[in-house]
């Protein structure tokens, strides 16, 4: 199941996080997860 989850997020950067905000105990992505799902999204504006 957690491997269906990963796949159906793969494109949702703050499911994978890098680092977590302390105060908020928000989900912070890699800049490298934002820039591929900016990618997407431009891909799939075509």
């Known amino acids: ?4 989850l990963k796949e159906a997020f793969r494109t949702y950067p703050l499911a ?3 680092e977590l905000e302390e105060d908020s105990q928000v989900n912070i992505p890699s800049q490298q997860d934002v820039e591929d799902a900016k990618d997407w999204v ?3 504006e075509m």
């Open 1 to 4: 199941m957690t491997e269906k």
């Open 16 to 18: 994978d996080m890098d």
């Open 42 to 44: 431009d891909f799939k």
